[in-house]
């Protein structure tokens, strides 16, 4: 990952991520607050986007559409010199969630795009957080 964009993402930065995340989803389909409004999120995987990836990005959605979280935990492939798919998990102040897909361009000024949201139950998410170990939750 490159010094500039490393800078861009420390958390006491501008997260683009988060405001990606605003712009897609200002208010929460699953429980209907604002998102900012006491929601966190969580990467939970990601697909580098380069070579012939058409199988992987197939297994990526199809782990998140059947909730094979486990599937889903076995891409953590980021890697800041490329293009990258990643999920986050939503995390509703309730405790029901969202699994949300973003396009994450390794140009500098390109903003992320938000492709795919999943709601999913509190039970669902009680699936997940124990795969998640330190995992870094930011406030959406
Ligand atoms: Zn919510």
């Given at each position: ?46 697909i ?9 990005t197939?297994g990526f959605f ?13 891409f ?65």
């Amino acid at each position: 990952m490159g010094f500039i964009r490393r800078l861009f993402s420390e958390p006491e930065k501008r997260d683009l991520t988060s405001e990606c995340l605003r712009r897609y989803l200002p208010t929460c389909d699953v429980c209907g607050r604002l998102l900012h409004d006491g929601h966190r999120y969580v990467e939970i995987a990601s697909i580098v986007l380069t070579g012939d990836k058409r199988q992987s990005t197939k297994g990526f959605f199809d782990a998140i559409r059947d909730r094979h979280w486990k599937t889903l935990r076995s891409f953590p492939e980021f890697e800041g010199g490329e293009d990258d798919l990643v999920a986050y998990l939503i995390l509703c102040p309730q405790g029901s969630g969202s699994v949300v897909t973003v396009l994450d361009p390794v140009e500098l000024y390109a903003n992320p795009q938000c492709q795919t949201i999943d709601p999913i139950s509190a039970s669902e998410v009680n699936d997940i957080l124990p795969l998640l170990g330190d995992a870094e939750w930011r406030p959406a």
